[in-house]
């Protein structure tokens, strides 16, 4: 069934997957993907609703790129694992970080952190030597 309601609190939704064969504006392109990575509504359904197809679709287009929504989640966290990891950053509280790659409830991020790396919460991460 295709979507024709815009999903929950989606204004000004623009197309990520590529409209055309042009691989430069494709999400097919890593600088594509990496660009849009931390915009927090960027959801399956946003998308799909960008695109005008339902759902299933969309996951079928992305599992013959070999991709999935949860890959896109799963590079969020590695990309959040890899700021908090980093000493110049210490400043910057876990929420600041979680949230500047999409991640808008601390604790949806904590527990997708703590399931992803076996660590109690992320302030256990930073802390280690």
């Not at 399956?44 to 991709?67: K, M, N, W």
């Not at 969020?76 to 908090?84: A, I, K, M, P």
Request: net charge neutral; glycine share 6%; charged share 20%.
């Amino acid at each position: 069934m295709i979507q024709t309601t815009r999903p929950r609190g989606v204004t000004g939704v623009r197309p990520v997957l590529p409209a055309s064969g042009d691989r430069a504006d494709s999400e097919d392109n890593p600088a594509v993907r990496e660009q849009h990575l931390a915009d927090p509504v960027l959801t399956p359904q946003t998308i799909a609703y960008a695109h005008h197809i339902s759902l299933g679709h969309l996951q079928q287009l992305l599992a013959e790129d070999e991709t999935s929504p949860g890959a896109w989640i799963r590079r969020r966290l590695e990309r959040c694992r890899h700021d908090l990891a980093n000493p110049r950053l210490n400043a910057h509280p876990i929420r600041a970080i979680a949230e500047r790659w999409g991640f808008t409830n601390p604790t949806h991020f904590s527990r997708l952190f703590r399931a992803t790396y076996g660590i109690g919460q992320p302030t256990e991460f930073v802390d280690q030597p």
